[in-house]
């Protein structure tokens, strides 16, 4: 069996079943782990399911679900990064923010700042700030993804690039301690690119869990940004390679980044 129909029959699975395990699906198949642990990447980078450990789900079960008990993960430490996030902000500037919990608690911190364009491919982000002090909400176009408001795909990367912002926040669903940022749909891998690209100063709020999670597409590094804000010390090669790269690390909670108190040790 080729890798597309195996890849194939996994969609079929998952369109009867919330979950596939790697296991399972190798003996299903009569191939190794392996094989069946790249096929379930190539179908990630698709955004055809979302990976997990030991397996796979749905992508609109795992989203749906996963989207509202995300909110409530941390809560604390997100409106400390928030705050922190809110703090770099000036009023009457550009920002274009992506998906995600913690942009989203961005977004609530940024209510009282005058003057602000914001562009998001979150329709949740625009909703909040409708009524508030900016000056201009944009949304982006393209494609809804309903399990959690997402706008996503070619669409969207290209209604991105029609603009250059002061400040790009965006989030993640894993970091590596060697400095790799990283999601798990290609789609959305791809407008966070594009958001990145397209600003001036480039900021990733994300919380300390984020060490602990996987996932397989690569946004960008830590080389890539200007500011990490985050709620806890982050890992020692993680910090090397952001004071090697010039990126400011920022403990929310903390009066000084993790790199300028490494620096005075």
Do not use: W
């Amino acid at each position: 069996m080729d890798a597309t129909t195996r890849q194939d029959e996994i969609i079929e699975l998952l369109n009867t079943q919330d979950r596939v395990e790697v296991e399972d699906l190798a003996q299903r198949f009569g191939v190794s782990l392996q094989t069946v642990r790249t096929d379930l990447r190539d179908l990630s980078q698709r955004g055809a399911l979302s990976r997990v450990h030991g397996g796979a789900v749905r992508v609109s079960s795992a989203a749906t679900r996963a989207y509202a008990d995300r909110r409530k993960l941390n809560a604390a430490g997100k409106l400390a990064m928030a705050a922190e996030a809110a703090e770099l902000i000036p009023e009457d500037c550009s920002i274009t923010l992506n998906i995600g919990t913690s942009t989203e608690q961005v977004a609530r911190a940024l209510s009282g700042h005058r003057g602000l364009t914001v562009i998001s491919n979150n329709i949740n982000i625009i909703n909040m700030m409708m009524g508030g002090e900016a000056r201009e909400l944009i949304l982006v176009g393209g494609a809804v993804r309903q399990s959690d408001g997402a706008i996503v795909g070619e669409d969207a990367v290209e209604f991105i690039s029609r603009y250059k912002v002061d400040f790009a926040i965006i989030g993640a669903s894993a970091l590596d301690a060697d400095g790799a940022i990283m999601d798990h749909d290609g789609r959305e891998v791809s407008v966070a690119r594009a958001i990145l690209k397209n600003a001036r100063t480039r900021v990733l709020v994300c919380d300390h869990s984020k060490f602990d999670r996987s996932a397989p597409v690569r946004i960008c590094d830590v080389a890539d940004l200007d500011v990490v804000i985050t709620d806890a010390p982050v890992p020692d090669a993680f910090a090397e390679a952001a004071r090697a790269a010039g990126t400011r690390i920022i403990v929310a909670g903390d009066t000084a980044s993790q790199n300028e108190r490494n620096e005075n040790d």
